[in-house]
């Protein structure tokens, strides 16, 4: 992993655990119908079951058959203070998923569904 690809998968982990409080209570009612999440973390002890492109399971879905479609982009842009007009070079990475197929929910029947993570 690049440092690049570190520093961006810590500021997304860091960002997200910071709003966990907002988000955690509708992980807690997940209903049987929801898939359940792959055993993998970007970073151990969080609950963020997905990892990096090309590192593991890229649906993120245990029980999953059907298609995956990543795509990891990152690049530079420049930033522009609308106030004072000064200029800064930024770097930017996304990863962007979707996922159509099957899968087992958390109750044991098979469904099938369209997912995207962004």
Known sequence: MSRRQFIGSAAAV???????SLWMPLVAQADANDPTHIPQTVVPGLPFHV???GTGEPSSITNFHGVVGVAA???QGTGTNTETGATERLL??????????????????TYEATFAFV
């Open 92 to 109: 930017f990475d996304m990863d962007n998923r979707f996922v159509k197929g099957t899968y087992v929910g958390a109750g044991g029947q």
């Open 51 to 53: 990892v990096l492109p």
């Open 14 to 20: 860091g960002g997200a655990a910071a709003t966990s």
């Open 73 to 75: 982009v990152g690049g």
